[in-house]
């Protein structure tokens, strides 16, 4: 393991500039008394994977979400938290580095220290690993000097996000029982938090008293759902991806070149359709003598192409039962030996790659960009000879952008968003909750109207299920925080189609310019988090408020027609709910 | 051609701000009165190529350098430029887009109108294309509104970078004849630059009235040479390419994996060599428990390597012969076939691209980076089978940063640089110049520090010699502007040895951030521009005020001691001059 973590690093004039930004917190978090208001009991997105969570979590699902409010604010069943003990707490960082992480850990050890200067932070060097084998680093100001709002997971590094096994659960409920640990927040994605769920109950069913919290830290932006409106590193992610994008289409627009890249989009499109599409619109384009353009496409983009995920599985199926690589091709079935025929060799040979233990994993080592590139270039060449095509020959350059974007330099929102979860993780052991993840909504809004809460992790889970290998066998899986995907009925998409013609015939190429950490620019959020109407939360509480007025208004003493009529509007209500939510009670 | 050129963009936030910014202009451009400056004839950087120059350009060789100065400055033989009649230029973007292009035409068409509101700016759509068809946009304050300080080429565009053969030199002729052009204004890199000088040449000799005026911008750093410091584009590519690299070395630090990249080097290892100083270095680092790393490889590298040169040679001669490509192998030299034979499939698909008309071209094809990371991986399994190296296995990532760059919001000190060039090119055609570059020197202090000036673009050519097919064959290449190389006694590249082992021993990963136009890092600047000791043009002047204090401290009625110590320092400084230069008269 490297042992350079937590020293303090060589800064550029910019970055020691960053460290020296402090970023604010909301009002419902200033000073050192916050109250706490629990709302119902949480249940399940889908209620039919209700029974299936319960089961899984006896000692962790269905509790309240909770509200940090102000203590002055008028809320009748909160609770103020007045006792701040010394407490030690545990930091991890799970899965990949995202810009902001860093902050987390300052937010979590401010917030500690302001409570009660004893209390103690410790981060786990070199992520779960760290965790499993106790390798520990006290956090102080002076070791975070260097690492404010800055990128990167170095102050702690990281290791695989894995906290999934017998062996790897119980090592990590030993290094928080040696260590005596009050908490322990994971920093993480859908992954991690959800590992993060399993230690909770784990650690409640054997009554370990270390509460465990996940902070939602992922730049893939697919830990989204009714409680988490966006991860941190997400907004970075989004900037310095469109700085590198514009850049490639302003010198594509110079230059006249097709260019392909990635982008995140959703399409179940077979490879030919899809084929088909994208020379559409280069012949659309070429009509209009506009010989140059750029296509994104999704990472995973391949995974949802049919014909192509089958024809991995059969080759993992086969790989599974040990035929050599050289004899995969003659082994599989007509249709699917034809479609990897007609694969070019480049692509062949990263279709026979062993899968790793997740077969997703291994789909990122298929370069889709450089197959759609050369199955375009056959199309165009093809529809040229037969005369349909008679623009310019097509030729395309590939971009990946990944790696360029994960190690930046946080974006102002990602530095505050980080530093108030981190806060919001102290609030969450204060009140002595376990299994809950630190959340904050309303980030449309400037940041003295964010509203921070926690919401337990289970209620954030679904249940997939799967056809088996046999005619009608259905298997349901764990529990899990699946990655959202993109919402094709949200008001996003909606805006992206309404566009698309726009997009794709007129060269509308704004460039966002490099990130900003002030003037123009630098407070702009992402369109998903402004155009979305995400505010769950808030709504859950205008329907309370609603069911308050209603008790308020019809007690004993109201007139007759007044009773009926909320009577008969409050059964209408119920019953479109039970027709919607199809109740399934257990 | 694309018929889009010139109407506005739709701007984001930052790009708005940025076309609000307003360069200024050196004391010696302010105002409408500018004085002219003559120096000594200009004579070649090798004086043995002077003869094969002078003969090139009989009429636009040898003649002298000029400074601009503030009108007000007391230079004996200053010449101001009182007149200022209406005059029409045209402009045309040559080569490849580079960041800060357009300032050069705002500063130019600025220029123009304070000097004189009815003269003309014609931009010529679609680079050198538009030039020979006169396809011209006349530029105006409200065509400009959206391209001020903004990145591409998309005001005007471009094309290949190509005024070459005889049928395009007439074109060219034909249309600044046409068009009554008392100036043409080639913006480029060392290709286009050269076109220039021969442009004006040629326009001489057929007293042709327009002069031919070359601005250095070209993303490649390489148009440098004792009067120009550096290209319009590389700053922000510098910063924009520092970005990117650090964020990848962020990310490697802590995602510990071993990642290839480009980066611009010099080098003349073999290939194996090669191979084994990076083993060195990843098992080196492995050593120290440091599972990671970046490796920076220059895009030409591949050219530096010999014995692939060579076999791209012999590649490149059989296919010039008419060998189909699947025959190419068979026919190789033993040795040439070994290697070739050694390479992965890849890469020897790759080697057996047909060359295009430039064989340096199509280097740009084959992946270095891949290459190397296959070569590195396979002898790292075969170090650890030895026994040699004990450590984790080594796998590489690949970058190629290049697209991401060329189009990015030009840095501010581009922004100002090009500005402040446009605005010399009026002053060089209102002094009648012809065949001359637009040079600013003295940029490593701030811009009121700047000297302005031009000179002869002959002056800045060599002439290469190249060994024939047959023995002793000595062929002379034609005088042309050539890329500037590293220069491997320079300062710039002494301090990265001096680091050298710092670098690639420690995690040394100060990350400068993304390009900011305020605040820290906004007017850093070039590490080479800033280290090296380029100011040539103010040195040739201190010359010059030596000889002239010799001439005046020794004149007649001067004593005896005096004339004898001052004949001996001269006799003694001529003879070593004599020596190192020797003298070739012509």
């Not at 991860?231 to 989004?238: A, E, P, Q, S």
């Not at 086969?318 to 990897?340: C, E, K, M, T, Y």
């Amino acid at each position: 393991m490297y042992s350079d973590f937590g020293i303090p690093r060589e800064l550029s004039d910019l970055q020691k500039r960053r460290s020296q930004y402090q970023p604010e917190l909301p009002p419902c978090l200033q000073g050192t008394t916050v109250c706490v208001e629990f709302g119902d009991a949480t249940t399940a997105t889908d209620s039919s994977d209700a029974h299936t969570i319960s089961r899984s979590f006896p000692h962790s699902y269905g509790q309240p979400l909770a509200h940090f409010v102000r203590a002055t604010a008028k809320v009748p069943d909160a609770q103020i938290i007045i006792e701040h003990p010394e407490i030690r707490v545990g930091a991890v960082f799970c899965g990949r580095q995202s810009p902001g992480g860093h902050n987390v850990i300052w937010g979590l050890h401010n917030a500690l220290r302001i409570h009660n200067p004893n209390s103690t932070l410790l981060g786990f060097l070199g992520g779960s690993e760290g965790l499993f084998a106790q390798k520990t680093l006290e956090v102080t100001d002076d070791i975070l000097a260097t690492y404010k709002n800055q990128g990167g997971y170095d102050m702690l590094g990281r290791t695989k996000d894995q906290i999934r096994t017998a062996e790897q659960v119980n090592a990590a409920l030993t290094a928080c029982r040696d260590l005596k640990l009050d908490g322990l927040v994971i920093i993480g994605g859908v992954t991690s938090n959800t590992y993060a769920a399993q230690l909770a109950e784990t650690f409640a069913k054997v009554k370990c008293p270390t509460k465990v919290v996940g902070v939602p830290v992922s730049l893939n932006g697919d830990l989204k759902n009714q409680f988490v409106e966006t991860n941190v590193g997400f907004d970075t992610v989004c900037k310095v991806n469109s700085q590198l994008i514009s850049n490639v289409c302003t010198d594509a627009f110079s230059a006249e070149k097709v260019i392909l890249g990635e982008e995140v989009a959703a399409s179940k499109l077979s490879l030919f359709e899809l084929t088909k599409q994208l020379c559409d619109a280069v012949q659309a384009r070429a009509e209009q003598d506009k010989y140059h353009g750029v296509f994104l496409l999704p990472e995973g983009l391949i995974e949802s192409i049919p014909e192509v995920y089958a024809l991995l599985q059969e080759i993992h199926g086969l790989l599974r039962q040990g035929v050599a690589v050289d004899g995969i091709s003659s082994q599989l079935s007509p249709w699917a030996s034809a479609l990897f025929d007609f694969l070019p060799p480049f692509i062949r040979k990263q279709l026979l790659l062993h899968p790793e233990s997740d077969d997703s994993a291994q789909l990122s080592q298929i370069e889709t960009e450089r197959l759609l590139a050369h199955l375009v270039e056959k199309e165009m060449i093809k529809r040229f000879k037969e005369g349909t095509y008679k623009g310019k020959k097509f030729s395309a350059v590939c971009h990946f952008f990944g790696y360029q974007t994960r190690g930046s330099l946080p974006s102002k929102f990602d530095c505050d968003y980080a530093y108030v979860l981190g806060y919001i993780c102290y609030h969450i052991l204060a009140t002595g909750l376990n299994g809950y993840m630190a959340t904050v909504t309303n980030m449309k809004n400037p940041l003295n109207k964010w509203r921070c809460g926690a919401a337990p992790i289970t209620a954030m889970m679904t249940v997939k299920h799967y056809y088996g290998h046999g005619p009608g066998v259905l298997s349901v899986g764990k529990p899990a925080v699946h990655p959202a995907t993109v919402d094709l009925k949200g008001k996003a998409y909606k805006q992206l189609r309404q566009n698309a013609t726009n997009f794709l015939m007129d060269d509308v190429y704004r460039n966002p310019g490099p990130l900003q950490f002030d003037g123009p620019g630098a407070e702009a959020k992402a369109v998903t988090l402004c155009i979305e109407d995400q505010d769950y939360m808030g709504r859950i509480k205008a329907l309370q408020e609603y069911l308050d007025k209603v008790r308020t208004m019809v007690k004993l003493g109201c007139s007759e027609d007044v009773l009926k009529a909320a009577l008969s509007a409050m059964a209408a209500a119920t019953n479109i709910l039970s027709t919607m939510t199809e109740n399934t009670p257990y």
